[in-house]
């Protein structure tokens, strides 16, 4: 009976893996070529606001100490 059972959910983690896998290849792709250029135009459009790039103004970063550690 376990043979059985065993079996079957192997079979029906096949059918989940193929039906998986055709949707995986029915999807439109478009070429690396394109994708690259839209990624570095939006690299750029957006540069001015990217905090990696022009820092964190002191006054609004969320991560400064509140108090500053006084030792007696």
Do not use: W
């Not at 079979?11 to 690259?36: D, N």
């Amino acid at each position: 009976m376990s043979g059985k059972v065993c079996s079957n959910n192997s079979v029906m983690q096949a059918r989940r893996t193929v039906e998986q896998l055709r949707v995986e290849a029915s999807m439109e792709r478009i070429k690396i070529s394109t994708a690259a250029a839209q990624l570095v135009q939006y690299c750029q459009e957006h540069s001015r606001s990217d905090p990696l790039l022009t820092g964190i103004s002191a006054s609004s970063n969320p991560f400064k100490d509140k108090k500053t550690c006084v030792l007696l």
